[in-house]
């Protein structure tokens, strides 16, 4: 098989059958998986590579909610309409309100109950970050998206669920009224499994690795580095396509201006948060770092070569190394330390005198021209971090409803497919600069926990 394909009809012969399928093993799918099997609903994930991973692994593993256990146990004042109002003040109104309110309202649900299965939580400390009014990052004490996406697949297997690795899934069939009744898949030998259901889930990817759509949808990013999954084929808007289904937000995403090059690693925006500033090959500062990373992509592209210089002291440092991303990025030479502003400006090949009048301008009373408010100057010893530009995930993707059904060109629900994480429209509205930090695994997790509840309903009905 080659493109993803719709087939029209119930396949026939001995073909297996389960209550739920689920396309995509990440963090959306896998939360899906285990409220489902905690639930008796005997689930299958398809995942097209070994080991569970996705985007979910490739990002810090962050999850934003607001008013969970864990962020009451640590004395944050916060609820779900204050996390909603920050999501639409970085999206300037444009995110879906729907979305905005229904993953706002299930995501400390959904943290809460990946707790009770051992995934122990802690609430980032030390910094805010960009767009977010309270501290609601959840992290497991490892800080990787690798370790959220294992103990999400240990937890979901755990209860019930099976993980089919290795099984790329292809082809959809579907009744003429859209009514899911199988998906095949591909196995590395070439052969092709066929597994029927009631339900199904697309928890699999966005288009960030196609470049076609890329290109289409995303002008800026034209070129760009991309730091997601190859996964990310665009094969669940494709698929919805041939269903009848509509799609939305196909402008928006979630860019880094904060990939280290050439090593290839994500260097946390905690470092900006932190102080830290980010300046070009002519020694200048070009934006104001705090309004976020995802924008801060398409400024560093717009630099001279495409590229620029994370640039902080100490005391970032100190913090950053917190992280294990960053102690990796450390470790494979991205980051360069200067005695002092002669040794930085060489490294950059700026000259000495424009590079000291930035960081001049760098203290607690600059009135900054990008708008920044600095609490503190920077002291050397320098440390630096030279980095360009990345796309890392799509934000657009088929039209859902606050059930995670998607919805057809009418605006109704497909009979019994649901989408959520990276298959479906997110709520940072249609741009790149509407996405607030955690975004994309909010949408992941808190999709998938009101997609499994949406399933389980679905099936009840079914069986009445």
């Known amino acids: 098989m080659s493109a993803p394909t719709v087939k ?30 905690e639930a008796g609903i005997e689930t299958v994930l398809i995942e097209r590579d070994a080991t569970p991973s996705g985007s979910s692994a490739l990002s810090s593993g962050f999850i934003p909610a607001a008013g969970s256990a864990v962020q009451r146990e640590a004395g944050i004042d916060d609820d779900a309409a204050r996390f909603a109002a920050d999501i639409q003040a970085k999206a300037g109104g444009t995110a879906a309100p729907h979305l905005v309110t229904a993953y706002t309202g299930a995501a400390a649900a959904a943290m809460d109950a990946l707790g009770r299965h051992g995934l122990a939580f802690q609430v980032l400390d030390g910094f805010l970050y960009p767009g977010h009014s309270a501290r609601r990052m959840h992290a497991l004490p490892e800080r990787t998206g690798q370790a959220l996406v294992a103990a999400l697949e240990r937890a979901a297997t755990s209860a019930g669920a099976t993980v089919l690795t290795r099984a790329l899934a292809r082809e959809i069939w579907a009744t003429e009224d859209g009514r899911i009744t199988a998906v095949g898949c591909e196995r590395p030998d070439g052969s092709v499994d066929v597994i029927g259901c009631a339900v199904l889930i697309l928890a699999c990817n966005g288009f960030g ?32 396509r041939q269903l009848g289904a509509r799609v939305a937000d196909l402008g928006g995403y979630q860019g880094h201006g904060s990939w280290a090059t050439p090593q290839g690693a994500l260097i946390s925006w905690a470092v900006m948060m932190d102080g830290g500033v980010q300046i070009n090959a002519n020694g200048l500062r070009f934006h104001d770092e705090t309004h976020g990373y995802s924008e801060a992509a398409v400024h560093v592209l717009a630099q001279p070569g495409g590229i620029a210089w994370n640039v902080f002291d100490d005391r970032t440092l100190a913090l950053a190394r917190g992280f294990p991303d960053f102690v990796a990025a450390e470790a494979g030479q991205a980051v360069r330390h200067c005695a002092g502003l002669p040794e930085l400006a060489t490294l950059i090949g700026c000259d000495a005198g424009a590079l000291g009048r930035t960081l001049q301008g760098v203290h607690s009373d600059a009135v900054d021209p990008h ?6 100057g920077l002291l050397p010893p320098y440390h630096a971090v030279k980095v360009t530009g990345a796309l890392f995930h799509t934000q657009g993707g088929l039209d859902i409803d606050a059930q995670c059904r998607v919805l057809d060109a009418d605006g109704l629900p497909l009979p019994n497919l649901l989408a959520a994480g990276g298959a479906a429209r997110g709520v940072s509205g249609n741009d790149v600069s509407g996405y607030l930090s955690g975004n994309g695994l909010l949408s992941a997790v808190a999709g998938g926990h009101i997609a499994a509840a949406t399933a389980a309903a679905l099936l009840e009905r079914t069986l009445a």
């Open 209 to 240: 690795g196609n470049a076609g759509m890329v290109a289409e949808h995303l002008p800026a990013m034209r070129g760009a580095v991309y730091g997601g999954h190859a996964g990310n084929d665009g094969s669940a808007i494709e698929w919805g």
């Open 8 to 37: 029209r009809g119930v396949p026939g012969g001995d073909v297996m059958h389960v209550p739920v399928l689920i396309i995509g093993a990440g963090a959306c799918g896998l939360t899906a998986a285990l409220r489902l099997a």
């Open 371 to 376: 708008g920044r408010r600095f609490g503190r």
